[in-house]
């Protein structure tokens, strides 16, 4: 059983009408909503709620402020306690779901991958590059604390994969949430380098990279994605307006 878990600052009459779109499509056991938006707005929103006042959710330069959903999924798993559910999809306000059976397909391509964490654009990025782990080898101690947790043999594996549209066993969720995070650092990192060193398998979901990126899809609706095989597509900044 698949909890959905919203992430958005957006009014509460597009909330509402998120938490609608989600439930008509994709029938979740349970929905959490995650708020970063105002106290006014909060009280509006419908069902199932928690609102986020970290300031590491509430960043500008997310990368470099190393924003954090530690708080997010802490909050929704709270509220999850006395629910039936065995997983957890996070879904960035501005993910559209295309297809009715969308958390059948995770968790068909998890069981085969034998994976506790699915996440979009999901690679090693250790000895890379990359600006994201460029920007945390300038500090140490984020690296230090992941290998003093690490039951790993390799201890200097770092993964990445984007925020949006992660899928989580709720054994791999409690578990990371569970470590806390006394060292900063950017969720896109942290998240699955940590599930990682705790012994649980992360993996990416190759065929929907095309569909997830960060930058906005132009001149096509749900139907042409939908046709070229899009289980979900990221991002659709006024979906819900």
């Known amino acids: 059983m698949t909890a959905l878990l919203l992430l958005t600052h957006e009014p509460a009459d597009r909330v509402n009408r998120m938490i609608d779109g989600w439930e008509t499509k994709t029938r979740p056991a349970h929905i959490v909503v995650a708020y970063g938006g105002s106290e006014n707005e909060f009280a509006a929103i419908k069902g199932k709620k928690v609102f986020v006042e970290d300031p590491r959710l509430r960043t500008n330069d997310h990368q470099r402020e190393k924003q954090s959903y530690t708080r997010v999924l802490e909050g929704a798993v709270r509220l999850l306690a006395d629910c039936e559910w065995d997983s957890l999809y996070l879904a960035e ?23 506790d964490l699915l996440g979009h654009r999901a690679w090693r990025i250790d000895d890379t590059l990359h600006a994201h782990y460029s920007n945390h080898i300038a500090e140490q101690r984020w690296l230090e604390w992941i290998a003093g947790i690490s039951i790993r043999d390799d201890k200097n594996v770092v993964l990445s994969c984007l925020g949006c549209g992660q899928w989580w066993r709720r054994e791999a969720v409690e578990a990371v949430i569970a470590l806390g995070e006394p060292v900063a650092a950017y969720l896109e990192l942290h998240l699955p380098t940590a599930a990682h060193h705790l012994g649980f398998r992360v993996r990416g979901i190759k065929n929907q990279d095309p569909f997830v990126s960060t930058n906005p899809f132009c001149g096509q609706d749900e139907a042409s994605l939908a046709a070229k095989g899009a289980w979900l597509a990221h991002p659709f900044k006024s979906l819900w307006k």
């Open 93 to 115: 306000y501005d993910i559209l779901p295309i297809v009715d059976d969308l958390f059948e397909r995770l968790r068909e391509h998890a069981d085969s991958e034998k994976a």
